[in-house]
Antibody, heavy 121, light 107 residues
Framework: QVHLQESGPGLVKPSETVSLTCAVSGGSISRYYWSWIRQPPGKGLEWIGY???????MYTPSLKTRVTISLDTSNNHFSLKLTSVTAADTAVYYCARDDYRSSPDHFFDYWGQGTLVTVSS | YELTQPPSVSVSPGQTARITCSGA??????VYWYQQKAGQAPVLVIH???ERPSGIPERFSGSSAGTTVTLSISGVQAEDEADYYCQSADSIGTYVVFGGGTRLTVL
């Protein structure tokens, strides 16, 4: 059974950079795509971006200039970096496995439990 | 590109709940449905419009008609109370898009 676990700082100051890591266990990080999705308190889901097993990335246009997703196959984890954060970036951040291999579309069959990132001074 | 869902749906136990998701690209794109219970991560309940992942009860089903896709939950139980999100892609399949979510209340 695939298990994903997010980790990172719970509190970040405005204008700083937040870095999150998603550790994948129960399966290899290779051969799949991997996504980050966030959910502001009391609001809906927002896709941030994905990285393929070959390292190709795609980001949602509204965050494209501030986001980097990277892959570490040797340690079976992938990461999110979001720069110049503001209060609007306060959200629960989820990592998810993107089973793009079995469908013509990106979709998410395994999710982490989520980690709350609060942006506040 | 947007996917439109009703903010809320309410049904009594044992009835059928229907949650719609509308989008201009849906005749060409599949929709995926996620259930999110309070304080928990989303769970995939339907993929490719109407396919049910293993472990998802048979009372969950999906259908598609033109620009609208519907998630149906027959014989609704109290445990089905949750937020439901549809997800698809833009018309060229580049970006992932979520609907705004529908809160299902079991009366």
């Amino acid at each position: 059974q695939v298990h994903l676990q997010e980790s990172g700082p719970g509190l970040v100051k405005p204008s700083e950079t937040v870095s999150l890591t998603c550790a994948v266990s129960g399966g290899s990080i290779s051969r799949y795509y991997w996504s980050w999705i966030r959910q502001p308190p009391g609001k809906g889901l927002e896709w941030i971006g994905y990285i393929s097993y070959t390292g190709n990335t795609m980001y949602t246009p509204s965050l494209k200039t501030r986001v980097t997703i990277s892959l570490d196959t040797s340690n079976n984890h992938f990461s999110l970096k979001l720069t110049s954060v503001t209060a609007a970036d306060t959200a629960v951040y989820y990592c998810a496995r993107d089973d793009y291999r079995s469908s013509p579309d990106h979709f998410f069959d395994y999710w982490g439990q989520g980690t709350l990132v609060t942006v506040s001074s | 590109y947007e996917l439109t869902q009703p903010p809320s749906v309410s049904v009594s136990p044992g009835q059928t709940a229907r949650i719609t998701c509308s989008g201009a690209a849906l005749p060409e794109k599949y929709v995926y449905w996620y259930q999110q219970k309070a304080g928990q991560a989303p769970v995939l309940v339907i993929h490719k419009d109407s396919e049910r992942p293993s472990g998802i009860p048979e009372r969950f089903s999906g259908s598609s008609a033109g620009t609208t896709v519907t998630l149906s939950i027959s014989g609704v139980q109290a445990e089905d109370e949750a937020d439901y999100y549809c997800q698809s892609a833009d018309s060229i399949g580049t970006y992932v898009v979520f609907g705004g979510g529908t809160r299902l209340t079991v009366l």
